[in-house]
């Protein structure tokens, strides 16, 4: 059973930075992807970045030169680092597995980050 953590959410005012990690346990290392979604009140969840267990990664346009994922594959730990944030950065971030070979998709519980003044 895989199971993700996540951790590192909060309060942060607009142009300041957080750092969001999720640990994951149960996993198959190589062949997956891991990645942070997020979901605003009233709107749908959203792709913010991925990144395969290769290291290839990509980001959504509204993030990008902002955000950056890292992951650490000793540790089953991916990264988010968020600089320069803004208003409407703010949402529940979800981490999320997935491995295609396995038909395995899963969801951490969520944190939240609320960028405000």
């Known amino acids: 059973q895989v199971r993700l953590v996540e951790s590192g959410g909060g309060v942060v005012r607009p142009g300041g930075s957080l750092r969001l990690s999720c640990a994951a346990s149960?996993?198959?290392?190589?062949?997956?992807?891991m990645g942070w979604y997020r979901q605003a009140p009233g709107s749908e969840r959203e792709l913010v970045a991925q990144?395969?267990?290769?290291?290839?990664?990509n980001y959504a346009d509204s993030v990008k030169g902002r955000f950056t994922i890292s992951r650490d594959n000793a540790k089953n730990t991916v990264y988010l680092q968020m600089n320069a944030l803004k208003p409407e950065d703010t949402a529940v971030y979800y981490c999320?597995?997935?491995?295609?070979?396995?038909?395995?998709?899963?969801w951490g519980q969520g944190t939240q980050l609320t960028v405000s003044s």
């Open positions: 990144i395969a267990s290769g290291s290839n990664s």
């Open positions: 149960g996993i198959i290392p190589g062949g997956n992807t």
């Open positions: 999320n597995f997935v491995h295609i070979k396995l038909g395995w998709n899963y």
